[in-house]
Nanobody, 125 residues
Framework: VQLQASGGGSVQAGGSLRLSCAASGRTGSIYDMAWFRQAPGKERDFVAA????????SHADSVKGRFTVSRDGAKNTAYLQMNSLKLEDTAVYYCAARRSPGYSGVRNPRGYDYWGQGTLVTVSS
């Protein structure tokens, strides 16, 4: 399985971006997909996750009400709609996918089997 993240860029505070994560290869083996982010000098943090069918979603407290994760099964793609962006949202955003069934522990990066290359989001004032 390969994951290709895209959609990052530079935006002013208060603006919006939409990230995409396209999966290819043995996509039938994928269950949950997630987004993590890593700012310079910091650890990789959970942002959001979505279950295989797109019914279950989770968001970090820091992004609730501003970010929305979704998934298009037909396109094997997960999305992260980011609104009302803040300076502290600046980071490299990574998408991830895992083979394990069951929507538990989705916030733990160690539970994911596949990672995309990351896409940079820069929010400026």
């Amino acid at each position: 399985v390969q994951l290709q993240a895209s959609g990052g860029g530079s935006v002013q505070a208060g603006g919006s971006l939409r990230l995409s994560c396209a999966a290819s290869g043995r996509t039938g083996s994928i269950y949950d997909m997630a987004w993590f982010r890593q700012a310079p000098g910091k650890e990789r943090d959970f942002v959001a996750a979505v279950s295989r069918g797109g019914v279950l979603t989770s968001h970090a407290d820091s992004v609730k009400g501003r970010f929305t994760v979704s998934r298009d099964g037909a396109k094997n793609t997960a999305y992260l709609q980011m609104n009302s962006l803040k300076l502290e949202d600046t980071a490299v955003y990574y998408c991830a996918a895992r083979r394990s069934p069951g929507y538990s522990g989705v916030r733990n990066p160690r539970g994911y089997d596949y990672w995309g290359q990351g896409t940079l989001v820069t929010v400026s004032s």
